[in-house]
């Protein structure tokens, strides 16, 4: 079955870069795009990026000069890096399947403190 | 970038309530899609292509709608429906939600 499940640090100081790993199964990024959402803590949804089957990529442009997505396929991961953190940028991180979000990750939460 | 508005923000309902939330585009989509979370989870599937419930939603749930307006409607609250729920536009890039509706139990 599609699963996808996020991983990385827990908490990040402010100015330094955030790097999450997206490891999904039951399907390969050949197949589906991938998308990453982010949410803070008691706000709604915000889209980021999506790298897609061919592996081109799109960026929120809110977020596009501190945003890179990428992947291995071989390895089945999607990655995010994301530079110059701020405590705005305290959220949980979610990867998704595209184009229909139908599958979800169960999300990393990301503190920014120092 | 297409901005999405649902309304009403926050709403209470008591069980066998009609319920109604809507969802404006700030231009023309094709589809409108919707998703439930509730506190602690990832975003649920909800209704899909405008219309279509994901596997497993209760058929007291519709959605409809074209253009720039669409909504999710209960035809009869139950305490389970107690959740956020958010729109969603994939017609283009960027993706955008809606702010989401935070529905309590009355």
């Known amino acids: 079955q599609v699963q996808l499940k996020e991983s990385g640090p827990g908490l990040v100081q402010p100015s330094q870069t955030l790097s999450l790993t997206c490891t999904v199964s039951?399907?390969?990024?050949?197949?589906?795009?991938v998308s990453w959402v982010r949410q803070p803590p008691g706000k709604g949804l915000e889209w980021m990026g999506v790298i897609w089957t061919g592996g081109s990529t799109a960026y929120n442009s809110l977020l596009k000069s501190r945003l890179s997505i990428s992947r291995d396929t071989s390895k089945s991961q999607v990655f995010l890096k994301m530079n110059s953190l701020q405590t705005e940028d305290t959220a949980t991180y979610y990867c998704?399947?595209?184009?229909?979000?139908?599958?979800w990750g169960q999300g990393t939460l990301v503190t920014v403190s120092s | 970038e297409i901005v999405l508005t649902q309304s009403p923000t926050t709403m209470a309902a008591s069980p066998g309530e009609k319920v109604t939330i809507t969802c404006r585009a700030s231009?023309?989509?094709?589809?409108m899609h919707w998703f439930q979370q509730k506190s602690g989870t990832s975003p649920k599937p909800w209704i899909y292509?405008?219309?279509k419930l994901a596997s497993g939603v209760p058929d007291r749930f519709s959605g409809s709608g074209s253009g720039t307006s669409y909504s999710l409607t209960i035809s009869s609250m139950e305490a389970e429906d107690a959740a956020t729920y958010y729109c969603?536009?994939?017609?283009?890039?960027?993706?955008?939600f809606g702010g989401g509706t935070k529905l309590e139990l009355k």
């Open positions: 039951g399907f390969s990024l050949t197949s589906y795009h």
């Open positions: 231009s023309s989509v094709s589809y």
């Open positions: 998704a399947t595209e184009p229909s979000f139908a599958y």
């Open positions: 969603l536009q994939r017609s283009s890039y960027p993706r955008t």
């Open positions: 292509d405008t219309s």
